[in-house]
C-alpha cells in the first residue's frame, strides 16, 4: 500500500434510532444509522413500523391518496 494517502483507521461509535450504540473500526468518526441487529424485525421476530423521513406521508401527497 502507499503511504500517506489513505485516511486513517479509527475506532468509530455507531448510534441506532433505538438508542444502542456500538464500537467498531473505521475511518468515519461517527455514524447514525436508522435500524440496528437489536430492533429490526428480522432479528426481533417482531414487526415495527418505521416511517423514515415522513416518506408515508410524502407518498400519500404525491398520489393522492386520503
Do not use: W
Not at 434510532?17 to 432479528?43: D, M, Q, W
Amino acid at each position: 500500500m502507499k503511504k500517506e494517502i489513505h485516511p486513517p483507521y479509527t475506532k468509530t461509535k455507531i448510534t441506532c434510532a433505538c438508542g444502542s450504540t456500538y464500537e467498531v473500526g473505521s475511518t468515519r468518526k461517527e455514524l447514525k444509522v436508522e435500524i440496528c441487529s437489536n430492533c429490526h424485525p428480522f432479528f426481533t421476530g417482531k414487526q415495527k413500523f418505521v416511517d423514515t423521513g415522513g416518506r408515508v406521508e410524502r407518498f400519500k401527497r404525491k398520489y393522492g391518496i386520503q
